[in-house]
């Protein structure tokens, strides 16, 4: 061959060389050999061309694609609750059959509770008057179950002025002919005085006097009367007019119409439906549940006539349905109303791909930020640990005596730290101090790195102590070379391929760790995902054969990132490792 | 001729002298590591090595050759002793101005492989220490770093690979470039070769030799392979256990041994003719241990010529003939010759091999 074809060859590849590598004429002649890379083309060039490293890094990629710019493109939050309205058929009200007195009186404490308790025992003992605390009580049947209650009561206040009692009263008109006649009893030093067919007591002394007689302070009855705006007089007509089958009562110069059926009344003003009486108690089963007086009067009806369900218009005109429940003495209305629920465990959908989770979190989006939490802390914690391992491993490597001893010692002792049980109490004093779930994530990066750097300081020391004593590196000191330059350019970088494998294979371990942790509930928390916690909603058998939508994504994300991890690791392992064949 | 008026001006341009160079390694032992011994590695060596001139240094393994060529550089601390070079003592150096001297004083190691670190192209190497002391300007490094390739066989493109890339005689090449890229004048040759095929040792050898004369070097050549060391050397010294028992001119020395062990070494170089009658002197015995070296002269346990006096006292060094000195109670009261001894038993085994 001559110079010029020589020439040529130097740049074939000798694999593409039609001669071949192994051809005599090449073999041997530096000047034909493959063009030399730079250092890093070349740890490149090796770590490419093996296909399982590329594999672990087209995961890795996949991943961060998946957790970085996935979370950004996800249309819904990381802690996104979804929640759907629904029709239930819920208990709207119930009834019963009344079998209590009501009191209805005749103006505010009118009927103290002892009128009210010595009622029912004059009642059962069929007596016509009673007493209860100073007053006598006296009653009327005007009915069945249903009592007019009247006694002694103070009606007035008397107060001298001008020589004269000036008669005070929100019970009884004041008319002039009645202050005249109480006035002229006074005069006549009299205790009792008749006016207008009343007989009114006197009692008291000095400036003030009381004037009392005898009084309707109220009726008694077991009929229900719900009528808002109605006074006390109509109220007793409407009663009246009802138990003696009037249809038509007047009170307060004003007239109502009653629409009777049994022992049921619906009250009328006008056209208007006032208000009912009847012998049930209706009750909504929540709080402040308005039952409209035609509700009302639906329900009585139904229970009377036994059916089983209805249909009564609402506010807006639509025909709402309801159900009559009968249980003993009780009766239960149902009625289907809207509902506020949380869709767990949705199957995978075009909505959500990949369903949902048992607290309604679309299960991909979760994913997406769990990935990032959870290489976010990969990565921090391995820095950190390398930080700190390689400061401590390279000072006992390369000073040796008692810094080496010293540091090692230490080292032994992080390893005998249970790493578990420290995690779990850590994170139990966390969750008792309630700390922010953000700042649980760095006080768990800064725990795993304080646990695991000894391992890395080891391997820094003993790759260290190894190299130290190469001929090389006697060499380096040899031609003077700087201490500082001896361990940057001589020392470390024979250390940081393996350092490079150790902590990529040490990232999977880490991810491994953190979902552990979140597994049990002791890393990430709420509102925060990771893949760990996502997997930590499987917390029974059911859910885990039902929905394996929910855990089956989290544990294969954790499985193909710590494998990718893994095969990038040996990947670079063997691209660092020059004696490697290209 | 011209070498010999040259040799004879360096008469007395002495470079290094060293002065009764002591290096014991402590032994600890026991609960506590105290020391319990010492290992006298290298046990009071003195001789002078003038300018341009290479001294070669034999002896068994073992006998501290290679521990007094750090020492003298200082890679090791030496325990006692003066170590002058240019009029100034290298162990009384502060660590600042031992740092300035390095590039002077440089050394080739044995073995090529483990003394090149794995992930430096060669030609930072090389050219790292010269950047560091500032030998060239930086214009001119990349031309001055071609140079050195080229004079000691290398080709420039060969800067960008890695010592892996290389076989043994290469890398011997490329430690021989990074010691002689300071511009040194002074060079431990720490058995350059004998790691290498025996095909290389010519080679390297003679690219030693080139690279002497061209730029004044100063060679201390420790070897335990006497063809090689007369080759190169101009003078030569025998240890034996940690002494320097005969130093002279190699022609002297290799014409006339003058001490039993030098003899029996010496006796058993191979003759290249299967003809020749060999005259083998055999020595009995292993080498003692140097941590307990025997007493009086070391050599007395070994010796053919062992008298009373030699177990009892240390021998004085003799200059029998002007630059032939000999360690060796025999040649007490300007004794030249050595008793004459029946011939030994021809198929005793040689320890001396």
């Known amino acids: ?582 | 001729m011209s070498e010999m008026e040259k040799k004879a001006a360096q008469q007395d341009d002495v470079l290094l002298e060293v002065r009764d160079l002591k290096k014991y390694f402590p032994i600890k032992g026991g609960l506590f590591n105290k020391v319990v011994g010492q290992v006298r590695a290298v046990d009071g060596i003195s001789f002078k090595l003038k300018r341009g001139t290479t001294m070669g240094l034999v002896g068994e393994s073992g006998c501290g050759k290679s521990t007094a060529g750090r020492t003298i550089l200082r890679l090791l601390e030496r325990t006692s002793g003066e170590i002058l070079f240019n009029g100034t003592d290298i162990g009384t150096l502060s660590k600042k101005q031992l740092r300035a001297i390095r590039p002077k004083i440089q050394i080739i190691f044995q073995d090529p492989y483990s003394s090149l670190s794995p992930r430096l192209p060669v030609g930072e190497i090389i050219g790292e220490a010269v950047r560091e002391h500032g030998i060239v300007a930086k214009e001119d490094y990349d031309e001055y770093l071609d140079n050195i390739m080229n004079e000691c066989g290398l080709q420039p493109f060969h800067k960008d690979r890695y010592p892996h890339e290389f076989s043994g005689g290469q890398r011997q090449r490329i430690c021989i470039a990074r010691a002689l890229a300071l511009n040194p004048s002074f060079v431990v040759c720490d058995e350059p070769v004998s790691a290498l095929d025996v095909s290389i040792h010519a080679q390297i050898i003679n690219l030693l030799k080139d690279l002497q004369r061209e730029h004044n070097l100063t060679y201390l050549f420790i070897s335990h392979d006497l063809s090689v060391v007369e080759h190169i050397s101009d003078t030569i010294g025998v240890m034996y256990l940690g002494n320097l028992v005969e130093t002279g001119d190699k022609e002297d020395i290799f014409a006339n041994p003058l001490h039993p062990y030098t003899q029996a070494l010496f006796s058993a170089i191979p003759m290249p003719d299967p003809d020749a009658k060999m005259n083998r002197v055999i020595l009995e015995g292993s080498i003692p241990s140097p941590a307990n070296p025997p007493s009086g002269c070391k050599f007395h346990t070994r010796c053919r010529y062992c008298m009373e006096k030699c177990s009892k006292e240390e021998p004085a060094t003799y200059e029998v003939e002007p630059g032939h000195t000999v360690t060796c109670h025999l040649y007490a009261g300007g004794n030249k010759k050595l008793p004459e001894l029946p011939p030994q038993d021809p198929n005793a085994v040689s320890a001396a091999d």
């Open chain 1, 1 to 582: 061959m001559s110079i010029e074809e020589k020439k040529t060859v130097e740049n074939v590849d000798p694999e593409l060389d039609p001669q071949g590598p192994g051809s005599e004429d090449l073999a041997l002649d530096d000047e034909r050999r493959v063009k030399v890379l730079s250092p890093g083309a070349m740890v490149a060039k090796r770590f490419f061309r093996n296909k399982l490293a590329m594999a672990g890094i087209i995961i890795l990629i996949c991943m961060f694609i998946f957790s970085f710019i996935g979370g950004a493109v996800s249309p819904y939050g990381e802690s996104q609750i979804f929640e759907d309205y629904e029709e239930v058929v819920t208990n709207f009200a119930g009834a019963t059959l009344n079998t209590d007195y009501r009191y209805v009186e005749a103006y505010s404490g009118s009927l103290p509770t002892t009128a009210r308790t010595s009622m029912i025992l004059a009642v059962n003992q069929g007596a016509d008057t009673y007493e209860a605390g100073e007053n006598t009580y006296a009653l009327q049947e005007i009915g069945e179950h249903s009592y007019l209650i009247s006694g002694t009561a103070t009606v007035a206040q008397a107060d001298r002025l001008a020589g004269s009692y000036v008669l005070t009263s929100d019970v009884v008109e004041v008319t002039d002919d009645l202050s005249a006649a109480f006035n002229e009893a006074m005069n006549a030093g009299a205790s009792t005085f008749t006016y207008g067919g009343t007989e009114y007591t006197i009692t008291g002394s000095g400036r003030t006097y009381y004037m009392s007689a005898m009084q309707e302070l109220g009726f008694a009855t077991q009929e229900i009367i719900e009528a808002e705006g109605l006074s006390y007089q109509a109220k007793k007509e409407a009663l009246v007019s009802l138990l003696a089958g009037d249809s038509t009562f007047e009170a307060d110069g004003a007239s109502y119409t009653m629409e009777i059926d049994g022992s049921t009344a619906i009250i009328f003003s006008g056209s208007d439906e006032i208000g009912t009486i009847s012998s049930y108690s209706i009750q909504g089963v929540e709080n402040g549940t308005v039952i409209s007086t035609e509700l009302r009067a639906a329900i009585i009806e139904a229970i009377e006539n036994d059916t089983a369900a209805f249909t009564l218009p609402d506010a807006e005109g639509n025909e709402v349905e309801y159900e009559v429940v009968r249980e003993n003495e009780r009766y239960t209305i149902r009625t289907a109303s809207s509902t506020r629920l949380i869709q767990t465990y949705l199957a995978p959908s075009k909505a959500h791909l990949l369903g949902t989770d048992g607290a309604g979190m679309d299960i991909l989006t979760r994913l997406m930020y769990g990935g990032r939490i959870s290489l976010l802390i990969g990565f921090v914690v391995v820095i950190l640990e390398t930080i700190i391992g390689v400061v401590l491993g390279g000072l006992a490597g390369y000073f040796g005596k008692w810094v080496d001893m010293l540091i090692m010692r230490i080292v032994d002792i992080f390893y005998c730290i249970p790493t578990w049980p420290i995690l779990i109490i850590l994170g139990a004093v966390m969750d008792s101090y309630q700390v922010d779930a953000k700042v649980r994530i760095y006080f768990m990066m800064v725990v795993l790195a304080v646990l695991g750097w000894p391992f890395i300081a080891r391997i820094v020391r003993g790759q260290i102590l190894s190299l130290r004593e190469q001929e090389f590196m006697v060499a380096a000191e040899a031609t003077g070379i700087s201490v500082s330059r001896r361990i940057f350019r001589h020392l470390v970088p024979n250390v940081i391929p393996q350092l490079i494998v150790q902590c990529t294979m040490a990232l999977g371990g880490i991810i491994l760790t953190e979902s552990t942790m979140s597994f049990l509930g002791i890393g990430v928390k709420f509102p925060y995902a990771s893949w760990g916690n996502i997997i930590s909603s499987v917390s029974n058998v059911f859910v885990m054969t039902n929905y394996w939508y929910c855990w089956i994504p989290a544990g294969f994300c954790i499985l193909i990132t710590v494998l990718g991890f893994n095969f990038v690791g040996d990947g670079l392992r063997d691209a660092f490792d020059p004696k490697m064949k290209r």
